[in-house]
Each structure stands twice: as structure tokens, then as C-alpha cells.
């Protein structure tokens, strides 16, 4: 069982930064693969990012590609995501997504555990 906690989400001016952090309970953070996924309102759940159990593989939605870094550091069971150059339509629930399968990052369906999310807003 894995519980999963965001923090680090906020209101910021459009060009901003927010970081983002997940922790995760459970001794098998190291063994997981883990994503962000975001939810604006009246909208589907949207892939952000993943990354791999090791942390040397990395995935992007190509709207964030050059502002948003996803990281791990397995010995603190913590995932973060450094949210740059943010726009008004970054303005959504992010979530914190893990699963046990090293493939087909961008499937929320494909996710066993999920954090309560954490609301970013982006002024213009």
C-alpha cells in the first residue's frame, strides 16, 4: 500500500514558479514508477509528466516540455515537480499518480495509487 501527499501548490502570476512535492509512504517508492496528472475545470484528467523507478527516464506532455522538470529522490520517498514560465492554462488540480508498470506513462487508467491533488492557479 502506498498513501501519496502533495504540497507546494498555490496562486502565482503568470511567468511564475511553483514546486511541487509528492511524499509517499511505503517502503516500495523506489520500485514505482510515478507521474503528475492535472485537471482543469470541466476538463479530463490530463497527463503532465512521469518518471521512471530509477529517475533516468523521463516523460513530457509537449505543452510542457522546457518549463516543467519532474524528479525523485527515492531516499526521501519524495517526487517533485518544478513548474516554470507557469500560464494561465497550467491552472489546475495537479495529482500525484503511482504504479508498479514501467510503461504507458501517459494512462491514468494504468495508476493504482493516487494523491488528493493540490490546486495551482495561474493569474494573468
Known amino acids: 500500500q502506498v498513501t501519496l501527499v502533495e504540497s507546494g501548490g498555490g496562486l502565482v502570476q503568470a511567468g511564475g514558479s511553483l514546486r511541487l512535492s509528492c511524499a509517499a509512504s511505503g517502503r516500495t517508492f523506489g520500485s514505482f514508477s510515478m507521474a503528475w496528472f492535472r485537471q482543469a475545470p470541466g476538463k479530463e484528467r490530463e497527463f503532465v509528466t512521469a518518471?521512471?523507478?530509477?529517475?533516468?527516464?523521463?516523460y513530457y506532455v509537449d505543452s510542457v516540455k522546457g518549463r516543467f522538470t519532474i524528479s525523485r529522490d527515492n531516499a526521501k520517498n519524495t517526487v517533485y515537480l518544478q513548474m516554470n514560465s507557469l500560464k494561465p492554462e497550467d491552472t489546475a488540480v495537479y495529482y500525484c499518480a503511482a504504479k508498479g508498470a514501467a510503461s504507458n506513462y501517459a494512462f491514468a487508467s494504468g495508476y493504482n495509487y493516487w494523491g488528493q491533488g493540490t490546486q495551482v492557479t495561474v493569474s494573468s
Open positions: 518518471i521512471s523507478w530509477s529517475g533516468v527516464s523521463t
